[in-house]
Protein backbone atom coordinates (compact mmCIF):
# COMPACT_ATOMS: atom_id res chain seq x y z
CA UNK A 1 0.00 0.00 0.00
CA UNK A 2 1.07 3.38 -1.12
CA UNK A 3 1.67 5.43 1.78
CA UNK A 4 3.05 9.39 2.19
CA UNK A 5 3.24 11.11 5.32
CA UNK A 6 4.80 14.26 5.30
CA UNK A 7 6.39 15.65 8.55
CA UNK A 8 8.12 19.40 9.57
CA UNK A 9 5.01 21.78 9.84
CA UNK A 10 4.64 24.34 12.22
CA UNK A 11 4.71 27.68 13.31
CA UNK A 12 7.84 29.88 12.02
CA UNK A 13 8.08 33.57 12.07
CA UNK A 14 8.12 35.79 8.85
CA UNK A 15 11.97 35.40 7.21
CA UNK A 16 12.59 32.02 8.90
CA UNK A 17 13.21 28.60 7.81
CA UNK A 18 11.44 25.44 7.94
CA UNK A 19 12.01 21.98 6.77
CA UNK A 20 9.64 19.86 5.48
CA UNK A 21 10.05 15.84 4.92
CA UNK A 22 8.22 13.61 2.96
CA UNK A 23 8.40 9.28 4.37
CA UNK A 24 6.69 7.41 1.45
CA UNK A 25 6.33 3.71 1.56
CA UNK A 26 4.87 0.83 -0.42
CA UNK A 27 6.27 1.78 -4.20
CA UNK A 28 9.68 2.31 -5.66
CA UNK A 29 10.38 5.66 -4.24
CA UNK A 30 13.72 6.06 -5.98
CA UNK A 31 12.69 5.90 -9.74
CA UNK A 32 9.27 7.97 -8.80
CA UNK A 33 9.06 11.43 -9.51
CA UNK A 34 7.39 13.24 -6.60
CA UNK A 35 5.56 17.13 -6.07
CA UNK A 36 4.89 19.43 -3.38
CA UNK A 37 1.19 21.18 -3.54
CA UNK A 38 -0.07 23.69 -0.85
CA UNK A 39 -3.40 24.85 -0.06
CA UNK A 40 -3.95 27.80 1.87
CA UNK A 41 -6.58 27.60 4.71
CA UNK A 42 -9.64 27.89 2.49
CA UNK A 43 -8.22 28.18 -1.01
CA UNK A 44 -7.20 26.52 -3.94
CA UNK A 45 -4.74 24.41 -4.43
CA UNK A 46 -1.37 25.95 -5.87
CA UNK A 47 1.46 23.49 -7.12
CA UNK A 48 4.87 24.90 -5.64
CA UNK A 49 7.83 21.86 -6.89
CA UNK A 50 8.73 18.83 -8.66
CA UNK A 51 11.87 16.54 -8.74
CA UNK A 52 12.48 13.72 -11.51
CA UNK A 53 12.69 10.02 -9.95
CA UNK A 54 16.84 10.03 -9.91
CA UNK A 55 18.69 9.53 -12.65
CA UNK A 56 22.34 9.21 -11.04
CA UNK A 57 22.81 11.86 -8.44
CA UNK A 58 21.16 14.98 -10.20
CA UNK A 59 17.49 14.41 -10.73
CA UNK A 60 15.80 17.39 -12.28
CA UNK A 61 13.47 20.26 -10.05
CA UNK A 62 11.00 22.48 -10.89
CA UNK A 63 9.54 25.55 -9.23
CA UNK A 64 6.58 27.86 -8.93
CA UNK A 65 7.20 31.17 -9.57
CA UNK A 66 6.17 32.40 -6.15
CA UNK A 67 8.82 30.12 -4.62
CA UNK A 68 11.59 29.78 -7.26
CA UNK A 69 14.92 30.99 -4.87
CA UNK A 70 13.11 30.52 -1.87
CA UNK A 71 12.21 26.80 -1.34
CA UNK A 72 14.71 24.00 -2.71
CA UNK A 73 13.01 20.30 -3.10
CA UNK A 74 15.47 17.30 -3.12
CA UNK A 75 14.96 13.55 -2.03
CA UNK A 76 17.35 11.19 -0.21
CA UNK A 77 16.21 7.53 -1.68
CA UNK A 78 18.02 5.21 0.70
CA UNK A 79 15.67 6.86 3.37
CA UNK A 80 12.88 7.06 1.23
CA UNK A 81 11.89 10.70 1.58
CA UNK A 82 11.40 13.70 -0.40
CA UNK A 83 12.29 17.31 1.41
CA UNK A 84 11.28 20.66 0.86
CA UNK A 85 13.37 23.36 2.19
CA UNK A 86 11.68 26.60 2.54
CA UNK A 87 13.43 30.00 3.83
CA UNK A 88 12.72 33.66 3.35
CA UNK A 89 9.23 32.49 4.77
CA UNK A 90 6.19 34.63 4.26
CA UNK A 91 3.02 35.02 5.44
CA UNK A 92 1.34 34.43 2.19
CA UNK A 93 3.07 30.86 2.34
CA UNK A 94 1.07 30.04 4.98
CA UNK A 95 -0.57 26.65 3.90
CA UNK A 96 -1.07 23.29 4.34
CA UNK A 97 1.56 21.26 2.30
CA UNK A 98 0.56 18.08 0.30
CA UNK A 99 3.60 15.48 -0.76
CA UNK A 100 1.89 13.67 -3.49
CA UNK A 101 3.63 10.56 -5.75
CA UNK A 102 3.57 11.09 -9.93
CA UNK A 103 1.24 8.35 -11.74
CA UNK A 104 4.06 8.02 -14.10
CA UNK A 105 7.30 7.48 -12.40
CA UNK A 106 8.90 9.34 -15.35
CA UNK A 107 6.59 12.34 -14.91
CA UNK A 108 6.91 15.16 -13.33
CA UNK A 109 3.53 16.99 -14.42
CA UNK A 110 0.56 17.47 -11.81
CA UNK A 111 -0.15 13.81 -12.48
CA UNK A 112 -0.40 12.45 -9.04
CA UNK A 113 -2.24 8.96 -8.18
CA UNK A 114 -1.31 9.24 -4.29
CA UNK A 115 -1.11 12.45 -1.92
CA UNK A 116 -0.01 12.71 1.73
CA UNK A 117 -2.96 14.07 4.37
CA UNK A 118 -0.46 17.35 4.49
CA UNK A 119 1.19 19.34 7.00
CA UNK A 120 0.28 22.71 8.18
CA UNK A 121 3.36 25.84 7.87
CA UNK A 122 2.11 29.06 9.67
CA UNK A 123 4.48 31.81 9.07
CA UNK A 124 3.19 34.76 11.60
CA UNK A 125 5.24 36.86 14.52
CA UNK B 1 2.82 31.70 -18.01
CA UNK B 2 -0.82 29.80 -18.12
CA UNK B 3 -3.25 30.13 -16.01
CA UNK B 4 -6.57 28.07 -15.91
CA UNK B 5 -9.78 29.82 -15.19
CA UNK B 6 -12.40 27.86 -13.62
CA UNK B 7 -16.15 28.78 -12.56
CA UNK B 8 -15.84 29.15 -8.42
CA UNK B 9 -19.44 27.13 -8.78
CA UNK B 10 -21.59 24.54 -9.94
CA UNK B 11 -24.53 23.15 -8.76
CA UNK B 12 -27.20 20.72 -9.47
CA UNK B 13 -29.69 18.08 -8.60
CA UNK B 14 -29.44 14.69 -8.18
CA UNK B 15 -29.51 12.30 -11.29
CA UNK B 16 -28.43 15.63 -13.59
CA UNK B 17 -25.40 16.12 -15.69
CA UNK B 18 -23.06 18.99 -14.85
CA UNK B 19 -20.14 20.30 -16.46
CA UNK B 20 -17.05 22.15 -15.00
CA UNK B 21 -14.95 24.41 -17.41
CA UNK B 22 -11.49 24.66 -17.49
CA UNK B 23 -9.93 27.29 -19.73
CA UNK B 24 -6.43 28.39 -20.54
CA UNK B 25 -4.86 31.19 -21.17
CA UNK B 26 -1.53 29.77 -22.86
CA UNK B 27 -1.03 28.87 -26.42
CA UNK B 28 0.67 25.80 -25.36
CA UNK B 29 -2.65 24.67 -23.61
CA UNK B 30 -3.77 22.91 -26.24
CA UNK B 31 -0.76 20.84 -26.49
CA UNK B 32 -0.32 19.70 -22.88
CA UNK B 33 -2.43 17.66 -20.84
CA UNK B 34 -4.85 18.65 -18.71
CA UNK B 35 -5.27 16.49 -14.97
CA UNK B 36 -8.79 16.59 -12.65
CA UNK B 37 -9.06 16.58 -8.89
CA UNK B 38 -11.69 16.26 -6.68
CA UNK B 39 -11.35 17.46 -2.97
CA UNK B 40 -13.64 16.21 -0.39
CA UNK B 41 -13.79 18.57 2.77
CA UNK B 42 -11.18 17.92 4.90
CA UNK B 43 -9.28 15.45 2.67
CA UNK B 44 -6.73 15.74 0.50
CA UNK B 45 -7.24 15.77 -3.44
CA UNK B 46 -8.07 12.46 -5.32
CA UNK B 47 -6.96 12.33 -9.30
CA UNK B 48 -10.03 12.23 -11.01
CA UNK B 49 -9.00 12.45 -14.77
CA UNK B 50 -5.56 12.21 -16.40
CA UNK B 51 -4.41 12.99 -20.10
CA UNK B 52 -7.01 14.77 -20.92
CA UNK B 53 -9.92 11.91 -20.57
CA UNK B 54 -8.68 8.68 -19.24
CA UNK B 55 -9.95 7.75 -15.76
CA UNK B 56 -7.86 5.44 -13.29
CA UNK B 57 -8.95 2.85 -11.88
CA UNK B 58 -11.99 2.89 -9.44
CA UNK B 59 -13.52 6.17 -10.85
CA UNK B 60 -16.62 5.60 -12.08
CA UNK B 61 -17.33 6.45 -15.50
CA UNK B 62 -19.87 8.50 -14.03
CA UNK B 63 -16.87 11.26 -14.89
CA UNK B 64 -15.75 11.92 -17.63
CA UNK B 65 -13.09 14.17 -19.30
CA UNK B 66 -12.55 16.81 -22.92
CA UNK B 67 -10.27 19.21 -24.27
CA UNK B 68 -10.79 21.28 -27.17
CA UNK B 69 -8.52 24.14 -27.87
CA UNK B 70 -7.49 26.11 -25.14
CA UNK B 71 -10.31 24.47 -23.00
CA UNK B 72 -11.15 21.43 -21.02
CA UNK B 73 -14.23 20.11 -19.25
CA UNK B 74 -15.12 17.74 -16.47
CA UNK B 75 -18.54 16.40 -17.02
CA UNK B 76 -20.23 14.09 -14.12
CA UNK B 77 -23.38 12.49 -15.05
CA UNK B 78 -25.68 10.78 -12.92
CA UNK B 79 -25.17 13.33 -10.14
CA UNK B 80 -24.89 12.27 -6.22
CA UNK B 81 -24.97 13.92 -3.20
CA UNK B 82 -21.55 12.75 -2.18
CA UNK B 83 -20.18 14.46 -5.61
CA UNK B 84 -20.15 17.26 -3.78
CA UNK B 85 -16.85 18.60 -3.60
CA UNK B 86 -13.88 20.78 -4.87
CA UNK B 87 -12.75 20.42 -8.33
CA UNK B 88 -9.59 21.14 -9.32
CA UNK B 89 -7.97 21.31 -13.19
CA UNK B 90 -4.32 20.97 -13.57
CA UNK B 91 -1.70 21.14 -16.35
CA UNK B 92 2.02 21.91 -17.35
CA UNK B 93 3.47 24.63 -18.31
CA UNK B 94 6.15 24.61 -20.91
CA UNK B 95 6.66 28.53 -21.08
CA UNK B 96 10.95 28.85 -19.47
CA UNK B 97 11.63 26.26 -17.02
CA UNK B 98 8.33 24.31 -16.77
CA UNK B 99 6.34 24.45 -13.82
CA UNK B 100 2.73 22.83 -13.00
CA UNK B 101 -0.29 25.06 -12.57
CA UNK B 102 -3.99 24.53 -10.82
CA UNK B 103 -6.80 26.11 -11.45
CA UNK B 104 -8.53 27.95 -9.33
CA UNK B 105 -11.15 25.48 -8.68
CA UNK B 106 -14.94 24.93 -8.40
CA UNK B 107 -17.27 24.22 -5.74
CA UNK B 108 -19.72 21.93 -6.93
CA UNK B 109 -22.87 21.64 -4.42
CA UNK B 110 -25.51 19.09 -5.31
CA UNK B 111 -28.92 20.51 -4.00
Known amino acids: EVQLLESGGGLVQPGGSLRLSCAAS????????MSWVRQAPGKGLEWISA???????????YYADSVKGRFTISRDNSGNTLYLQMSSLRADDTAFYFC???????????????WGRGTLVTVSS | QSVLTQPPSASGTPGQRVTISCSGSSSKFGINYVYWYQQLPGTAPKLLIFRDNQRPSGVPDRFSGSKSGTSASLAISGLRSEDEADYYCAAWDDSLSGQGVFGGGTKLTVL
Open chain 1, 26 to 33: GFTFSGCA
Open chain 1, 100 to 114: AKARVPTSSKPDLDY
Open chain 1, 51 to 61: ISGSVGNNPST
